[in-house]
């Protein structure tokens, strides 16, 4: 499918590393090895605390700063939870939900990254929504079925003009963070799968302006293979976006498409 209707992403997701002293200075070193991409939207999905740091140090390069989980709530007495509205504050484009990681530490279920999903787009914030099988899952061959239903439910309620700004990210749960990476043909069938998922909700139109990214030990050898594939359009990056000549090195693969 055309690849010229969706952006292409590169996201790096920092999770709970780094500092805002080092944003700057990470910043400088990504400098030394990349300059504004135009093949690509460049994103780092960093702690809520260090967004403003990241808006700041992101503009010459056109970094967008994301945030990495949203409440469900608007405002109130949810301690500890950060609103869509207070990301939007802070200077955020973008945020994660439904990272496997808080799945599995924080219980979070389809419902929920469902309901963060709508606060996000609400506030005109895009999502990032994770979704990937675990190894049992694929060892039984589940993998589609599964990725089918975690698509389907965090899209509930989610209208076509809406659809169109979130962005899916394919992250089997067994190459996350693992060094073990989805093969370029294994990514590309479960990516063709979503789209194949999404088109089937909301027509050819609308399924070829969704961007589609791959997560899960993605670093700068294996990117401009799985970036090659017709359904994968960027990446969603943790070990590797903390590296900032690998995080450069992946962004400038997008430019082999
Ligand atoms: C992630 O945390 O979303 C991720 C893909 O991590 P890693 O690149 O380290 O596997």
Redesign the pocket.
Known sequence: MNKRYRKTIIAG?W?MNMLSSEVKPFIEQLKENMTKSKTCDVVLCTPAVMIPAMVKAGKELKIAAGGQDVSKFEKGAYTGEISAAQLLDAGAKYC?VG???RRQYHGEDDMLINAKAKVLLEKGICPII?VGESLEQREMDLTMEYVAYQVKAALNGIDASQVRRCVI?Y?PIW????GKTATAEQAEEVCEGIRAVIRRIYGARVARTVSILY?????AKNAAELLAQPDIDGG??????LKPADFATIVKATAEE
């Open positions: 997701n999770k994660i990272h496997s990681e994770c990210a992250e190459a996350i963070g693992t997560g899960g030990s993605m670093n969603l990056i943790g070990g590797a976006s």
